[in-house]
T-cell receptor, first 114, second 112 residues
Framework: GAVVSQHPSWVICKSGTSVKIECRSL??????MFWYRQFPKQSLMLMAT?????????EQGVEKDKFLINHASLTLSTLTVTSAHPEDSSFYIC??????????FGQGTRLTVV | AQSVTQPDIHITVSEGASLELRCNYS??????LFWYVQSPGQGLQLLLK??????LVQGIKGFEAEFKRSQSSFNLRKPSVHWSDAAEYFC??????????FGAGTTVTVRA
């Protein structure tokens, strides 16, 4: 079946630095991708909708200047956490709907900011 | 506004016993309902989905779910649990675009 690849699987960064997370649809094109955030033992919260060729749509309360989303091609969306701080530490997951089938999720990225 | 409630945070079940996970939703239109499973540190795998039609939906790994509009519920069931079913289970509601709202999740522990 369709696969979504997310990279890196885990990353540790220093406070104040930026981190880029990639989400790729490997065998289908995705005009839309979604970015979720998951805190330990909690549910997934939708952060933003990534739209190929246009600006992302952010959910209420999500800082668009901190979480930069770029969807430059039909198979790649990136989430950049800018000036990361310890409170940004979380599990970030992307999903990409494949037309007529289902949404496929990446394996997630564990971000730890120290 | 759309929301999902999973009343059970944690369920422990014996291997071979039946399992039922509860899910209640709130949605302003015809809901599209999903159940996902997540293993530790992993992404989500779709177990089953309901868009329309037969309210009893069959999924992968022997799971099924029943949509009950009158109760705003979409409970997940499995007749006989295997140790490999230990995981986190999420119910979600949304539309066909797959922009989803998730419940808080239910952790399933399987004892031998």
């Amino acid at each position: 079946g369709a696969v979504v690849s997310q990279h890196p699987s885990w990353v540790i960064c220093k406070s104040g630095t930026s981190v880029k997370i990639e989400c790729r649809s490997l065998d289908f094109q995705a005009t839309t991708m979604f970015w979720y955030r998951q805190f330990p033992k909690q549910s997934l919260m939708l952060m933003a909708t990534s739209n190929e060729g246009s600006k992302a749509t952010y959910e209420q309360g999500v800082e668009k200047d901190k979480f930069l989303i770029n969807h430059a091609s039909l198979t790649l969306s990136t989430l950049t956490v800018t000036s990361a701080h310890p409170e940004d530490s979380s599990f970030y997951i992307c999903s990409a709907p494949s037309t007529g089938t289902e949404a496929f999720f990446g394996q997630g990225t564990r971000l730890t900011v120290v | 506004a759309q929301s999902v409630t999973q009343p059970d945070i944690h369920i422990t079940v014996s291997e071979g016993a039946s399992l039922e996970l509860r899910c209640n939703y709130s949605y302003g239109a015809t809901p599209y309902l999903f159940w996902y499973v997540q293993s530790p540190g992993q992404g989500l795998q779709l177990l089953l989905k309901y868009f329309s039609g037969d309210t009893l939906v069959q999924g992968i790994k022997g799971f099924e779910a029943e949509f009950k509009r009158s109760q705003s519920s979409f409970n997940l069931r499995k007749p006989s649990v295997h140790w490999s079913d230990a995981a986190e289970y999420f119910c979600a509601v949304g539309a066909r675009d797959y922009k989803l709202s998730f419940g808080a999740g239910t952790t399933v522990t399987v004892r031998a």
